[in-house]
């Protein structure tokens, strides 16, 4: 089965760039989204199609894909940006999600 | 406004069973594919089942294979999930969500439900 790999946890210092990486072989050829979930709220839709942020979502935040990574990138991060994120791709019609990554800024 | 309210869950004994509900407002809820996904306590999500627009097409993640049934009524506009032999291991947060597939063809989860507990102990 098909298994997106991220890291359990990043660091950021207020105001600084967050990186959020999500792994898999050839997911370049997919198309990759990204959930925010904050504590004990249900995941929010900030990233779809790689790099496309929904109406609402913060331009701070973008995202790219290619080769075997995608990546969150949250630009001056706040504090209100601490959350767990998840990355979801399609195995055919299936949904599959990363591990998740929990953001924490310093 | 678009609006998923799940409801059925609950402390059900190993073995048991229990039926999840999630009614939908504020969109046409015929013309989605639904999904549930669970998330144990802290861990992280899973996708269980998905189900297309008229209820014809079903397909389950493995973990729930056999067990699980997932199903709509559109005329309620309300989706559904069956769970029959539960274990421990089906202890979670589940959540129903929405996929959209209108941009591009790139489909997304672009709204979801504040999720059921369900808790299986004895």
């Known amino acids: 089965s098909y298994e997106l790999t991220q890291p359990p946890s990043v660091s950021v210092s207020p105001g600084q760039t967050a990186s959020i990486t999500c792994s898999a072989d050839?997911?370049?050829?997919?198309?990759v989204c990204w959930y925010q979930q904050k504590s004990g709220q249900s995941p929010v839709l900030v990233i779809y199609?790689?790099?496309k942020r929904p109406s609402g979502v913060p331009e701070r935040f973008s995202g790219s894909n290619s080769g075997n990574t995608a990546t969150l990138t949250i630009s001056g991060t706040q504090a209100m940006d601490e959350a767990d994120y998840y990355c979801?791709?399609?195995?055919?019609?299936?949904?599959?999600f990363g591990g998740g990554t929990k953001l924490t800024v310093l | 406004e678009v609006q998923l309210v799940e409801s059925g869950g609950g402390l059900v004994q190993p073995g048991g069973s229990l039926r999840l509900s999630c009614a939908a407002s504020g969109f046409t809820f015929s013309s989605y594919w639904m999904h549930w996904v669970r998330q144990a306590p802290g861990q992280g999500l899973v996708w269980v089942s998905r189900?297309?627009?008229?209820?014809?097409?079903?397909k389950y993640g493995d973990s729930v294979k056999g067990r699980f049934t997932i199903s709509r009524d559109n005329a309620k506009k309300t989706l559904y999930l069956q769970m029959n032999s539960l274990t421990v291991e089906d202890t979670a947060v589940y959540y129903c969500?929405?996929?959209?597939?209108?941009?591009?063809?790139?489909?997304?989860?672009?709204?979801w439900g504040q999720g059921t507990l369900v808790t299986v102990s004895s």
């Open positions: 050839n997911l370049g050829n997919k198309n």
């Open positions: 979801q791709a399609w195995d055919r019609d299936t949904a599959v």
């Open positions: 969500a929405r996929v959209d597939c209108s941009d591009g063809g790139s489909c997304f989860f672009d709204y």
């Open positions: 199609q790689n790099n």
């Open positions: 189900i297309n627009t008229d209820g014809s097409s079903t």
